[in-house]
Nanobody
């Protein structure tokens, strides 16, 4: 499967962005999908994940209540709605997919990665 992340940009603190992760190749409903982010000089970290059906989600503590992950399997796309953005959310955001049925929070659990989209939040 190939993943294409989009929707990043520059936004002021308190603003919103919606990221999209479009899958091609095998149908996206086969995969559990996650969002990760990497800020300059830091390791890539887990943000959110959703299982294949969309019935189960998980979030990093730092984004709970502000970010929402969802999916539209008919469109082979996973979304990350980001509200109340903070400067510390600034990073390159990556979507990733795994064939397992369970949600995972470690980067090593995901075998497929998109190219990343830059999110910059100004104070």
């Amino acid at each position: 499967v190939q993943l294409q992340a989009s929707g990043g940009g520059l936004v002021q603190a308190g603003g919103s962005l919606r990221l999209s992760c479009a899958a091609s190749g095998r149908t996206s409903s086969t995969y559990t999908t996650g969002w990760f982010r990497q800020a300059p000089g830091k390791e890539r970290e887990f943000v959110a994940a959703i299982n294949r059906s969309g019935g189960s989600t998980d979030y990093a503590d730092s984004v709970k209540g502000r970010f929402t992950i969802s999916r539209d399997n008919a469109k082979n796309t996973v979304f990350l709605q980001m509200n109340s953005l903070k400067p510390e959310d600034t990073a390159v955001y990556y979507c990733a997919a795994r064939t397992g049925t369970l949600i995972a929070t470690s980067t090593s659990a995901y075998g497929y990665w998109g190219q990343g989209t830059q999110v910059t939040v100004s104070s």
